[in-house]
């Protein structure tokens, strides 16, 4: 079974957490959620979100997954946090995967992970940082190696399935997403 981590900070998007979360634990890994703290997380629209444990107690555990949710000012929260910078230089040194979702791709720049890299984040997050090498994209989930970003929270969803194929493969992926009985997209 997998292993995930997805970090929460004070001021995380909370479509994209709860998204996240519960769309990897419907595949059945095994999810962490650990606050910077230990103090319940108060979202960006004010929904309160209690973490598992704390970050402290979740970097005992080794993690096939770290899953950074964006939202403001949680990804900046996350990238004044020296211990989130270590763990994410960790998990790609050990050559694990790490993913973030609108505002969170610019904590994996600061971690120095989107250098060279094909990403996407919410438009104008990456914007006044220096990535020396990235490649741009617009769509909704964008992987390059043991790295994927993900545009906001309209693209959660995909986001999340995507992780699921990506660690489980697609009958996991194709079981979970018909449990939510998504329309087929319109074209």
Not at 23 to 37: K, P
Not at 145 to 152: A, C, P
Not at 161 to 169: M, R, T
């Given at each position: 079974m997998a292993s995930v981590l997805v970090p929460l900070a004070q001021g995380c998007e909370e479509l994209e957490a709860v998204t996240i979360i519960d769309?990897?634990?419907?595949?059945?890994?095994?999810?962490?959620?650990?606050?910077?703290?230990d103090q319940p997380v108060t979202a960006s629209r004010g929904t309160v979100l209690l973490p598992d444990?704390?970050?402290d107690a979740a970097l005992q555990q080794q993690f096939d997954l770290v899953v950074l949710p964006g939202?403001?000012?949680g990804a900046d929260h996350l990238r004044a946090d020296p211990r989130i910078l270590t763990l994410l230089r960790?998990?790609?040194d050990a050559g694990r995967y790490t993913a973030a979702i609108c505002a969170a791709p610019r904590v994996l720049a600061a971690a120095g992970l989107l250098?060279?890299?094909?990403?996407?984040?919410?438009?104008?997050?990456?914007?006044?940082?220096?990535?020396?090498?990235?490649?741009?994209?617009?769509?909704?989930?964008v992987a390059d190696?043991?790295?994927?970003?993900?545009?906001?929270p309209g693209t959660a969803m995909d986001f999340a399935?995507?992780?699921?194929?990506?660690?489980?493969?697609n009958a996991r992926r194709e079981r979970v997403e018909a449990a939510l009985q998504r329309p087929p997209v319109a074209r």
């Open positions: 769309l990897l634990r419907r595949a059945d890994f095994d999810v962490l959620v650990a606050g910077l703290d444990t704390t970050l939202g403001q000012p960790d998990m790609a250098d060279g890299k094909r990403a996407t984040s919410f438009p104008g997050a990456l914007d006044e940082i220096d990535i020396p090498g990235l490649s741009y994209h617009t769509q909704a989930v190696g043991k790295v994927v970003t993900s545009r906001g399935l995507y992780l699921i194929q990506l660690l489980a493969g």
